[in-house]
């Protein structure tokens, strides 16, 4: 019975989130799908390839909310990893520093930010300091992000 790591790998759709326990002498883990959904997988099936995704493959794309690989759903996983995955390059100036994604869902980060306008990316504002939650995100401009870094704001103080 080995107990494997292969958080923060990807297998076809799913990336491996968190170690979620053994069971049948295998590592399961729990994984977020392209689509938006979550499913647990055990190690052995996500290195052969058995299992790519949550369930949403075999509808060929067809998801719950239909946005799969927009840059909208990119921008939910993309915030969400940076504060619930501890292996992610830049852990430290997210979940390590205690930055929490409090959205329960894509469905409801969407319904916050809408569609995200060419040119612009997902940003904490009014508060960068704050959580990634419903009344502290926006979607920004370079320029807009960048007077609202950390340093930014240590300077105008």
Request: with cysteine; net charge positive; glycine share 10%.
């Amino acid at each position: 019975m080995e107990k494997l790591d292969l958080v923060g790998q990807t297998f076809g759709d799913l990336l491996a989130i968190s170690f979620a326990g053994m069971k049948s002498k295998h590592s399961h883990f729990l994984c977020h799908c392209t689509c938006g959904g979550e499913v647990t997988v055990s190690s052995s099936n996500l290195k052969t390839g058995h299992t790519q995704s949550c369930g949403c493959l075999p509808n060929k794309g067809n998801t719950r909310h239909g946005m799969r690989g927009s840059p909208e759903l990119a921008a939910y996983f993309n915030a969400k990893t940076r504060c619930t995955n501890p292996n992610y390059e830049d852990w430290a100036d997210y979940g390590g520093r205690g930055i929490k994604f409090l959205f329960i869902s894509f469905e409801q980060f969407y319904a916050e930010l809408g569609p995200r306008p060419k040119g612009k990316t997902l940003d904490r504002y009014p508060n960068n300091n704050g959580h990634y939650e419903p009344g502290n995100v926006r979607w920004a401009t370079w320029e807009e992000q960048a007077a609202n870094r950390r340093a930014a704001q240590r300077r105008t103080r």
